[in-house]
């Protein structure tokens, strides 16, 4: 069974900027979801997806955006990059059915530095 | 009421010892509390979780514990070992609003000395 991945794995770019991070999710689960962490902190919700669409959101700006492909893969992109972006972002992966649902699975990450 | 407050922030422990990891939380709709073992460069490792409705949670050298009534949840580690050094997030979640999202406390970095 594979877990799930994300690329690249680390990521440098300028403020102002446009950055996409990509995750594929482990094998026969259907819902994902993304998470920024600074360092030292613990990672915070950016926002869901199930079913090719959005169905929560953290407090983060529209220039957060996401999509969800049929196979459940899916992107994360941030627009106009700020210095405070730079973070590990993360990608989890849940199973289908309660209570699989609230059990979330965390790819490696992407390290994106913003300079 | 969103918050989940983890204590302490760092801990060291001697091999063989237990360490013990303390979460409060005030939204008593949170019904899921997982904790994750995260290693440097590396994402968070789902380790063990609980519902409110079980009291304590045990897998292998790991146990929760949960006080409903407190708010406050711990996680144990028996026989700790220099391998388990890492950080340590404890969540908490709530299936409304048709998605579930984990909202994480801020860690606490465990060292275990041989």
């Known amino acids: 069974e594979t877990g799930v991945t994300q690329s690249p794995t680390h990521l440098i770019k300028t403020r102002g900027q446009q950055v996409t991070l990509r995750c594929s999710s482990q094998?026969?689960?259907?819902?994902v979801s993304w998470y920024q962490q600074a360092l030292g902190q613990g990672p915070q919700f950016i926002f869901q997806?199930?079913?090719?669409?959005?169905?929560g959101r953290g407090n983060f700006p529209p220039r957060f955006s996401g999509l969800q492909f049929p196979n459940y893969s899916s992107e994360l992109n941030v627009n106009a990059l700020e210095l405070d972006d730079s973070a590990l972002y993360l990608c989890?992966?849940?199973?289908?059915?309660?209570?699989?649902?609230?059990?979330?699975?965390f790819g490696p990450g992407t390290r994106l530095t913003v300079t | 009421q969103q918050q989940v407050k983890q204590s302490p922030q760092s801990l060291i422990v001697q091999k063989g010892g237990i360490s013990i990891i303390n979460c409060a939380y005030e939204?008593?709709?949170?019904?899921?509390f997982p904790w994750y073992q995260q290693f440097p460069g590396k994402g968070p490792a789902l380790l063990i979780a609980?519902?409110?409705?079980?009291s304590e949670k045990k897998e292998g050298r790991f146990t929760i514990s949960f006080n409903k009534s407190a708010k406050q949840f711990s996680l144990h580690i028996m026989d700790s070992q220099p391998g388990d050094s890492a950080t340590y997030f404890c969540?908490?979640?709530?299936?409304?609003?048709?998605?579930?999202?984990?909202?994480f406390g801020a860690g606490t970095r465990l060292a275990v000395h041989p």
């Open positions: 989890a992966s849940s199973p289908p059915g309660r209570p699989g649902a609230y059990e979330q699975y």
């Open positions: 094998s026969g689960h259907n819902t």
């Open positions: 939204n008593t709709a949170f019904d899921y």
């Open positions: 997806y199930y079913r090719e669409e959005e169905n």
């Open positions: 609980i519902r409110p409705d079980v």
């Open positions: 969540a908490a979640s709530m299936g409304t609003g048709g998605y579930n999202k984990l909202i």
